[in-house]
């Protein structure tokens, strides 16, 4: 079942859409070659709980990280650990934040110094426009699959991988909520995007093959040929006057 935002609903996500937004910034100024993920992790967790929020991610199915750190062929899920990174690393940060009932939910992925080749800084560029296409595509009066299309055709014109088992989702009370956002047009559940809805987009894309499977962690998600992978996602509101992104700090 969807659920529908109102205007007052909307604004408490985008607090706590603020909120993740400036733990991204200030992950984003310490991610250097020498860092572990844990410390990420913390950066990321002072922040959010120093502005009243809780890092949603902790304690979820079980997780035990703040956030989510996956790194080249990682997907998705990483858990953050004394693993150092390394220049050239591709790191997918993942996180999202409640406050007052509602969460809000983003990520994005960075080279860490030098990229290790061309097709990666490619692949990091193509996943965040498959995400702003995606974006663009969140109307009323669209569908859902319209999303989907948008993200996909941006990613496959470039001849990366759009991941199939994992899809983007409903955002309010609940971190994830009906109805899904598979980043490939699917009939399966399609819907018409009607105001108020509040739904993550989050193109998930490979360098190879789109195959991902579990890593021995339980958790991580990887590609099953080992090539790099790259994650952006944004909450976003479905409204009349277009598509307002919840999770950054204008
Ligand atoms: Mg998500």
């Given amino acids: 079942m969807v659920w529908y935002k109102s205007r007052r609903e909307i604004e408490l996500i985008r607090e706590a859409g603020k909120i993740?937004?400036?733990?991204l910034?200030?992950?984003e100024g310490v991610l250097k070659p020498?860092?572990?993920t844990l410390h990420l992790a913390e950066v990321a967790?002072?922040?959010i709980r120093k502005h009243g929020g809780y890092p949603a991610f902790k304690g979820y199915k079980g997780f035990q990280g703040a956030i989510c750190t996956s790194i080249n062929e990682e997907v998705v899920h990483g858990i953050p650990s004394k693993r150092v990174i390394k220049e050239g690393d591709l790191v997918s940060i993942d996180l999202g934040v409640l406050k007052n009932g509602?969460?809000?939910d983003a990520a994005k992925?960075?080279?860490v110094g030098k990229p290790?080749?061309?097709r990666a800084e490619e692949l990091l560029k193509t996943t965040r426009k498959a995400l702003f296409n995606g974006i663009e595509a969140a109307r009323v009066g669209n569908r859902i699959s319209d999303i989907s299309r948008a993200v996909q055709a941006t990613v496959e014109e470039k001849g990366f991988g759009v991941v199939r088992d994992?899809?983007?989702h409903g955002v309010g009370r609940n971190l994830h909520e009906d109805p899904q956002i598979p980043n490939f047009v699917s009939q399966n559940g399609d819907r018409p995007l009607k105001e108020g809805m509040v739904i993550a987009i989050e193109p998930m894309v490979t360098e190879g093959d789109w195959h991902v499977e579990e890593a021995d962690d339980g958790w991580t998600i990887v590609t099953r040929d080992g090539s790099l992978a790259a994650h952006f996602e944004h909450t976003i509101a479905v409204l009349s006057e277009g598509p307002m992104i919840l999770t950054d700090l204008r």
């Fill in 102 to 104: 509602y969460y809000s």
């Fill in 166 to 168: 994992l899809v983007g």
């Fill in 20 to 23: 993740l937004a400036q733990a």
């Fill in 116 to 118: 290790a080749s061309a």
């Fill in 25 to 27: 910034f200030s992950i």
């Fill in 45 to 47: 967790e002072h922040i």
């Fill in 109 to 111: 992925s960075y080279i």
């Fill in 34 to 36: 020498g860092v572990t």
